[in-house]
């Protein structure tokens, strides 16, 4: 039966056969089209939830983008109905007389084909043939019903199967075991494997159920090698067989932790946010790092799944899902379902079909894309730092703020909601201070340990003392070097990867920019290649400089890589490991690092942002933040905002325990205001003086921004699309509207790239902003400028 949600065939046009969705079901003949027959529903259940659509048109409508473009977005490539198109012969077929169809030979010979090869896909009857319009060669066929389509989806989706190994012959049949043992002989190798298998299934115990035994775990177990086994195989005495593993029921992890008990503050914590709920849906919770915030969640997410409720648990970086998830599978065991984007598709289409089968309480600890996710009944939605710009996705549409999109999901299932920062979003802040949500405070650390002590260290005035060694100031070095000898742990933060991020000839200054972006390539020592970071083109790096000729071109400027490596030569016989995109391209990776670096395995830690965000190490007494100028200096309105809440977030990781932590901020620019509050952990000062900035400028939250990008292959049409869409939106928007100008990077990937800014009112409806902008573009179409442009929108940009 055709469902909301269902997938269904629809055919357009002359050609396509489209996979669609149903949205609505309803009996009201549309005016003004001709309605388009549902060829085929392709699942007996609804691969999407109502909710989900919901909260699909709502991202497209605010934030400028196409329900598809959502939907690409928020559905694994697995389930998505991207799929092909068979034909075969409809058995049932039964030729009218007076029908007017006659066969061409073109079409008899498409028959013959298909009575050959039963289902066929378009491409294949188009290659068997070399007829190139072969759809409107069958489409005749098809609608006579001779031939009938069928929309298979093509199995991107792969069950997990392992290998499994049985006895050829039931359990109890002595006999037939005995003659094995004679089968084999003298082989000890093969002995070895039955005795293990025996063993580990648990075959002489008579009462206890079967157990299954899967090949690498016989193998590991009896030592031995694929070949025997294969020898077992072959003596008829084994057999192999693949079974779907099914990654949640094999999950019999035991609750080892029952939650921890709250402290007295924490406790009073928890009645204010329930209590809090009562009155705002939108609770903040703003508690110093290390305040334990998580397990104030964990005894939340608690009561949640005792009410029978589903919780959305959203944290703003992979490397956090897995500390967390050790955490919480402690007490939540098989409850807890974990989402990210390294996960394979499969993994990720088990999680999808396991939720969309059950309405059981269980918790999902995803980032930013498991807001798509098809909850049957959510009771309770966290958002963990929820400053976080990684929740707002850059690149491609939708681009859209998970954190506020699973606000509006919440809202959806009438579930509440709790934000969780250290450091709120001056936004967040702006509206728990205004009574919009509600706002819950703790601003002590666990068991009392204290904030860490942070000093600003001023790198130009020390190096004219001949301070500074390296990327290392002598205080920095003298505190990494205590921390090492009283066997603690050292996080070192620099917010750029790579070996040296600049690379110049020192003869005639000549430096390599990449091919098709306007930004300096970064030389990456291991790969011995200079890369962008925009686009990822790569290069070897030139033995003579191309532009002069000589022998002179020097790598400077500090990325994680040569931090890394000049650390390892520095704190000799300490453990150096670096987190980063490059050391971290898939999820088991993250998991080592971080778990070795828990374990006091290493004792430095050197990384990008990845290391700033929620990780919880008891053992690490100092953190180093080896440059701060890049963050202080970023030419726009988020400027002091990113580098606040970085800085604090980077500074929380120290002295987590009872040990007090320092953090060391080097910087030429040690007057910064943002500075001075990160010195003082002021939240407070910080904000009134980021807010009133704001307001003087009308800024968010103030006001609504809006980014318009144009992208051309070329720079000219680029620059004059931009000036003839801007006259049109003043035409509408008046002085709301700014630009245009060229962004930070002006090119990137081939693209040149101009930018205008809207800045609309705060309570201003999308919705009718999209409907203005729509008719912009509408009386600015036929320009060949704006034709070859691409045009898209960064709706709330972090
Ligand atoms: P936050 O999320 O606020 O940074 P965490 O929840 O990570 O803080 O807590 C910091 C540390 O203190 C963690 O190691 C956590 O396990 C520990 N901790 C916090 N509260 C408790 C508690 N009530 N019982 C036991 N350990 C706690
Ligand atoms: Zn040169
Ligand atoms: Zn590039």
Redesign the pocket.
Known sequence: MVQIGSRVLVQFGKKKYYTAIVESLHSTAPKGYEVKPIMALLDAIPVVRYPQLKLWHWIADYYLCTPGEVYKAAVPTGLKPESETFISINPDYEPDESSPFRMTERQALVLQLLQQKKRMRISEIEAATDYRNVTAIINPMLEIGMLEIDEKVVEHYKPKKISFVELTFPRGDNERLHECFSQIGRSRQQEKTLVAYLDLSGWMNQRGELRDVSKQQLLDTAGTTPGVLRALVDKGIFRVVKKTLNRFATDTEKHTRTL????EA?SKVLSELKEGWQSHSIQLLH???????????THLIDTVLRDGNQVLFLVPEISLTTQLSD?LRKVFGNKLLVYHSKFSDSERVDIWKRLLSTNEPLVVLGVRSSVFLPFARLGLVIV?EEHESSFKQYDPAPRYNARDAALVLAQMHGAKSLL?S?TPSIETYYKASNGKYGLVT?SE???G?TLPEVEIVDMAALRKKKEVKGILSSPLRRRILNAMENKKQAILFQNRRGFAPVVVCDQCGWSPKCRDCDVSLVYHKNLDLLRCHYCGFSQQLPKLCPACGQNSIRTFGYGTERIAEEMHKEFDGYRVARMDLDTTRNKEAYQEIIEEFARHETDILVGTQMVSK?L?F?DVTIVGVLNADTLLNFPDFRSNERAFNMLEQVA?RAG??KEKGSVIIQTVNPAHEVLRYVKAHDYEGYYNNEISDRSRYAYPPFTKVIVIYMKNKDAVACDRAAVIFTMALRKVFGERVLGPEKPFVSRVATYYLQSIMLKVEAGASMKKVKELLRAVIASIASEPDIKSSVIYYDVDPV
């Open positions: 921890s008990t709250l402290s924490q508690g110093v790092t290390g305040s334990g915030k998580t397990e104030i969640y955490r963990d969780g250290a703790i650390r666990f068991e340990a929620g919880d008891g929380g987590r325990r």
